[in-house]
C-alpha cells in the first residue's frame, strides 16, 4: 500500500548544491506532477508528465528540471540550488487521459522539507 | 488564466459548530472539477471531496458537502459537526484544460482551527 514514495523527507543544502528530490507511484499512474508550497501561496506547479517520455512546465519551472524514463519515477532536480527554492515539495501522480481523468483525484506524496542555506 | 482564490487566510469554530470555507475560480471552460483537499499537520495531502462541473447536485461526504455555484464560479465548503480531527489547511483546487493539458491549481489556502 505505498502510494506516491518522496525522498528524502528533508534536506539542506548550501547555495549552488544540486540534488535529486526522487519520486516513485507504485499505481500504474500515466500522470505524476511536482509541486512547491510556500506560506500564503498554496501549492504551485512545477513541472508534470503525462507519460513516460513526456515532460512540460507548470506554473514554476525555473531552477527545476525533470524527466520521465519509467511509468513509475518521476524525479526532480535542482541543478544549483538557491535559497528561493527552500521550500516543501510535493509529488503527486492520478490515471492519465480518459476514463481515470474524469475523477480527477491527485494522489500525494507526504512532502519533501527542502532548506538552502 | 484559471485562477483559484480563497479570501479566508484563517477560520475558527466551535466544536459540534457548522463552518463554512469560500473558495471561487476563474475558467472560460465548461468542463472541469473542483476539490477541496485537507493538510493536517502530518503535511499529508488529503482528498476531502469533488465536484464534476456538469453535476448541478452537490457533493456529500458524510459531514462535509459543498455549494457549488457554476455561474457565480463559487465552490464553499461547509463542514457540519466540526471535531477537533478536523483541523487543518485547506485547499481548494480546480482541475481541467489549462493551456491544451490537464491541470491542478489550488488556492492559498485556509487554516481552520477547532476550538474545544
Known amino acids: 500500500n505505498a502510494g506516491v514514495t518522496q525522498t528524502p523527507k528533508f534536506q539542506v543544502l548550501k547555495t549552488g548544491q544540486s540534488m535529486t528530490l526522487q519520486c516513485a507511484q507504485d499505481m500504474n499512474h500515466e500522470y505524476m506532477s511536482w509541486y512547491r508550497q510556500d506560506p500564503g501561496m498554496g501549492l504551485r506547479l512545477i513541472h508534470y508528465?503525462?507519460?513516460?517520455?513526456?515532460?512540460d512546465q507548470g506554473e514554476v519551472p525555473n531552477g527545476y528540471n525533470v524527466s520521465r524514463s519509467t511509468t513509475e519515477d518521476f524525479p526532480l532536480r535542482l541543478l544549483s540550488a538557491a535559497p528561493s527554492q527552500t521550500s516543501v515539495y510535493f509529488c503527486a501522480s492520478s490515471r492519465g487521459q480518459g476514463a481515470g481523468i474524469k475523477t480527477g483525484e491527485l494522489f500525494f506524496g507526504e512532502g519533501s522539507r527542502l532548506t538552502v542555506l | 488564466a484559471q485562477t483559484v482564490t480563497q479570501s479566508q487566510p484563517e477560520m475558527s469554530v466551535q466544536e459540534a459548530e457548522t463552518v463554512t470555507l469560500s473558495c471561487t475560480y476563474d475558467?472560460?471552460?465548461?468542463?472541469?472539477?473542483l476539490f477541496w483537499y485537507k493538510q493536517p499537520p502530518s503535511r499529508q495531502m488529503i482528498l476531502v471531496i469533488r465536484?464534476?462541473?456538469?453535476?448541478?447536485q452537490n457533493a456529500t461526504e458524510n459531514r462535509f458537502s459543498v455549494n457549488f455555484q457554476k455561474a457565480a464560479k463559487s465552490f464553499s465548503l461547509k463542514i457540519s459537526d466540526s471535531q477537533l480531527g478536523d483541523a487543518a489547511m485547506y485547499f481548494c483546487a480546480y482541475r481541467g484544460l489549462i493551456q491544451g493539458a490537464q491541470k491542478l491549481v489550488f488556492g492559498q489556502g485556509t487554516r481552520l482551527t477547532i476550538n474545544p
Open positions: 475558467t472560460s471552460e465548461s468542463d472541469y472539477y
Open positions: 508528465s503525462v507519460g513516460a517520455g513526456i515532460t
Open positions: 465536484q464534476e462541473a456538469y453535476k448541478q
